[in-house]
């Protein structure tokens, strides 16, 4: 488990569920990193968003690494570009028209008709 947020209505609450939730820890068996765990913060970050009273917030981590980006130049570096891009912004950006159905398929086409390797002679 990475990361995980407990809450209540009231500072009480809170620590009454952070009691039940860290005994569950205990009795089955699961360890906890201390050093990363913080309590009674009024924001922080989780799953990779800056959670806050203003709300739900991109992690300005992320943005940064993704600016910082150089252009893919190799099959490797367009993988590395996609794992990167698995990340909630990029989804509002994304409008698949015409124009991405037709590049999806001579993509697809490109990758049914691929060719015969023969063996040399």
Request: hydrophobic letters at 40%; a neutral charge; glycine letters at 4%.
């Amino acid at each position: 488990m990475d990361d995980f947020s407990i809450f209540g209505g009231s500072y009480e609450n809170c620590l009454c569920n952070l009691t039940k939730v860290l005994k569950r820890c205990e009795e089955t068996n699961l360890v906890l990193n201390w050093e990363k765990s913080h309590f009674v913060v009024r924001e922080g970050i989780m799953l990779g968003h800056r959670i806050s009273r203003r709300g739900i917030e991109v992690d300005k981590v992320k943005v940064n690494v993704i600016e910082k980006l150089p252009p893919p130049m190799t099959v490797k570096g367009v993988c590395c570009f996609l794992r990167n891009a698995d990340f909630q912004p990029l989804y509002t950006l994304f409008k698949f028209n015409e124009e991405c159905l037709k590049a999806f398929d001579e993509l697809k086409q490109l990758l049914i008709l691929a060719p015969i390797i023969v063996t040399p002679n």
